[in-house]
């Protein structure tokens, strides 16, 4: 069974950082793309960045040069750095990985402050 697990997100001032965690069991992390995903209320669900098995990564024009996403093979755990955080960054943040079918964690809320 595939569980994902978010974590990492919580309150910060505008300028401010925090990681992000995605913890994985049930699937093997490095074999497969691995996403993180945003929704704001009201807000469809955006792709923020994705890390692929070769380690090529990929990130949304609104992320680019601010958010860094990494793996750690090791700890089967996908990161999501995020620095100079702004108000608009506010939003639950999910990762995703495709593997037959996609699969969801249960999000972590980020709230970034003015």
């Known amino acids: 069974q595939v569980r994902l697990v978010e974590s990492g997100g919580g309150l910060v001032q505008a300028g401010g950082s925090l990681r992000l965690s995605c913890a994985a069991s049930g699937i093997i992390f490095s074999l497969n793309t691995v996403n993180w995903y945003r929704q704001a209320p009201g807000n469809q669900r955006d792709l923020v960045a994705s890390?692929?098995?070769?380690?090529?990564?990929g990130y949304a024009d609104f992320v680019k040069g601010r958010f860094t996403i990494s793996r750690d093979n090791a700890e089967n755990t996908v990161y999501l750095q995020m620095n100079s955080l702004q108000p608009e960054d506010t939003a639950v943040y999910y990762c995703s990985v495709y593997s037959g079918r996609t699969y969801w964690g249960r999000g972590t809320q980020v709230t970034v402050s003015s």
């Open positions: 890390i692929n098995k070769g380690n090529s990564t």
